[in-house]
């Protein structure tokens, strides 16, 4: 019985057990391609383990964005990828390890599915998390979008990708360190019980075998991480085949943004300027180098809005010209 104790207060005191936990409702924005959650004020530094049950009829990316108690809104700044398989699945993300911008009091997470489909979050809940969730995160990032980001050059000078913040290489050079360090020991601890003369150099032979195998089998790992995000950006490319270039963007594009940056082209002077009310998480830069040669200028004789409420001081300045669709609209300089 003692034993059956000890090994259960070893095995919480791995695992961290989690103790904080917050449930989340996201909701459908009506007209939108993302779904938002209920305003939240909770700590980034206890909660820093979003956990998502999601159930898709396609596979593909996705963005969470966050709001900090710092922030206007949602911005590109904040915000984690990962893939997103059909079926329902569970999906663990350590914020801090893959962003660090998940800081203060965090007000609200909002979902952007890239997906040509359905998706339902079955459930959601901000935890603390433990080894078991960061293990589930690291394996989850290392095989999604970001798991081969290059983030630079390592002393082998080949390139690296990034997991929990650092180059990959860091925790392949210790893995093999340790795997050498325990080989070592093993093979002394081994002849010493067999009553044989201890000779590190006939050791070390064997021990390099070993050790010469993990690494074989590191690469292939590493290999297959390379093939599959190779495969998934392939895929995503298939669906743009036989399609002209505004096709091709609009595709790229969520929902209907490349077409209404078309039609601000269409009923925007080309000699005029333009000032825009974008949300950042579409990338909202897109907009200046899509709509050239019409100049971006702060408080251009044209405002275009696109999915974000405009306050209604903006009507002693502006007055509505043409509109797209609810909720998209051009402004135009009274």
Known sequence: MPKRILFSILVLTLLQITVLAKNITFHPVPNQPYLQ????????EEYNTVVLKIKANKSGQANLFWLTSYDKGFDQRKNVQFLIKKGE???????????????GWIKGLLLFPQINGKIEISSA???????????ISGWQEFWGPRGR??????????QSSNLYGRSVFVYIYWTLFFIFI???TWKIIVTIKNNKNLDLLELLP?????LVIAIIIIWALLEANTLSNNWNSTKQDFILIGKNINEKRTIINTGDFYPFIQFCKENIPADSTFDSRIPPFYNDIKA?????????EKGGEFLVIYDKQFENELLKTYTPWKKFRNGAYILRKK
Not at 89 to 98: D, R, V
Not at 206 to 210: A, P, Q
Not at 288 to 296: M, N, R
């Open 182 to 184: 325990g080989l070592i």
């Open 206 to 210: 064997e021990v390099g075998k070993k």
């Open 125 to 135: 809940e901000i935890i603390e998390g433990n080894l078991f969730t960061n293990i």
């Open 89 to 103: 699945k569970s999906y663990y993300l350590n914020i801090p390890s893959q962003n660090p911008n998940w800081i």
């Open 288 to 296: 200046t180098y899509y709509l050239y040669p019409i100049k971006h």
């Open 37 to 44: 959650s209920s305003q939240l004020m909770l700590d980034s």
């Open 149 to 158: 980001v290059e983030t630079g050059s390592t002393i082998n000078t080949m």
